[in-house]
């Protein structure tokens, strides 16, 4: 499928998303379905634990180890090397980066837009886990690609291994996308069906921390920023707009109380935090809101981490997809569906 070699890839970021792929590459056997798609990761960069680069293929199974064992690649592990992510992504050679850094709502999704950027400049693909790049700069981004003869994916962006962007780039071509709404923030998700059964905000908190899907500061999900950035990530790609997240019209839960909860549900309601992007003349604006939702709406079955989008098209009509219990698999799902689109490109 690769033109007779694996793609190479150089994995931006060695985090959860990435080990748990790095798992499935050194488990590859468990998974007959990935048996034609050949892969060799070529470099691992992170941000304080160091950056391993090998021509012939990193040791993945080895690099786990360290990480996990150390917390490091050290000073003489194999292959070893004193360079930064960008300047990674400037020199080495690889097919494919995979961008799997954090997301940096206060700098407006840098570093990894340059990361994107250094790879796309070079005519190599590049793949995003970071919603980030899509959000603030996905149309600089895409006509990068376009000039150098390359390929930005993004399936794992939002929604994580759901097949998002790959429904509307296969199977919804000839349509115009007027509306979306969602359920895309795990977080207030968790947070508010909690409180539905008693739990104080603090604690409900407190459960989405355990889980691992909240951050020790979970303001980002509380003030509605990460879906912001999900529903403009979307907006962008899917309805061909300009939306930053900054633009985007965003609604707190800290205020929430037990009354308006059992309020919500006395009529029959649960209340949902919605992300809607809507046509509007020749602009697109969208909205995270605090919203009850009827019973018999498809969002107000959404429990816990999982989520959902309903699509509103000219042609196709509507179309909602719901994904339930999602993990870091799934994640690392999206980037091997990505490399399947990729493959035989190189």
């Not at 994580?160 to 969602?182: K, M, S, T, W």
């Amino acid at each position: 499928m690769n033109a007779g070699r694996p793609l190479r890839l150089l994995l931006a970021g060695f985090g959860n998303v990435g080990q748990t792929l790095a798992e499935i590459l050194v488990t590859r056997n468990a998974y007959p379905a990935l048996a034609d798609l050949e892969l060799e990761v070529v470099a691992i960069t992170t941000g304080s634990r160091g950056t391993v680069a090998d021509e012939r293929g990193i040791d993945l199974a080895a690099a786990l180890e360290a990480i996990r064992s150390g917390g490091r690649f050290s000073e003489d592990h194999p292959g070893r090397v004193e360079v930064d992510t960008l300047q990674a992504a400037s020199m080495l050679d690889y097919d494919v980066l995979v961008e799997l850094t954090p997301l940096t709502i206060a700098a407006r999704g840098e570093p990894a837009i340059g990361h994107l950027a250094a790879a796309l400049g070079r005519g190599r693909h590049a793949i995003t886990c970071n919603k980030g790049p899509i959000a603030w700069a996905y149309r600089k981004l895409d006509a990068l690609a376009r000039r150098n003869g390359c390929t930005l994916l993004h399936e794992g962006t939002v929604m994580d291994g759901a097949p998002v962007f790959n429904l509307a780039r296969h199977c919804l071509r000839g349509n115009r996308v007027v509306r979306l709404e969602g359920i895309l923030n795990s977080t207030t998700n968790v947070v508010l069906g909690e409180m539905e059964r008693g739990a104080a905000l603090s604690d409900a908190v407190a459960q989405a921390q355990r889980l691992g899907i909240a951050e020790a500061d979970p303001a980002n999900d509380l003030d509605g920023w990460d879906a912001a950035v999900k529903i403009a990530a979307l907006a962008n790609v899917l309805m061909g707009a300009q939306l930053l997240p900054d633009a985007v019209q965003r609604t707190s839960i800290r205020d929430v109380t037990p009354d308006r909860l059992e309020a919500a549900l006395a009529h029959g309601h649960r209340l949902k935090v919605v992300c809607e992007a809507t046509r509007e003349a020749d602009a697109v604006r969208g909205s995270v809101t605090l919203r009850e939702v009827p019973a018999g709406d498809v969002m107000a079955t959404v429990e816990g981490t999982g989520s959902a989008l309903r699509i509103v098209t000219d042609l196709m009509g509507t179309i909602v997809l719901v994904e339930e219990e999602p993990d870091v698999r799934t994640t690392a799902y999206a980037v091997i569906s990505d490399l399947f689109e990729l493959a035989g490109k190189v």
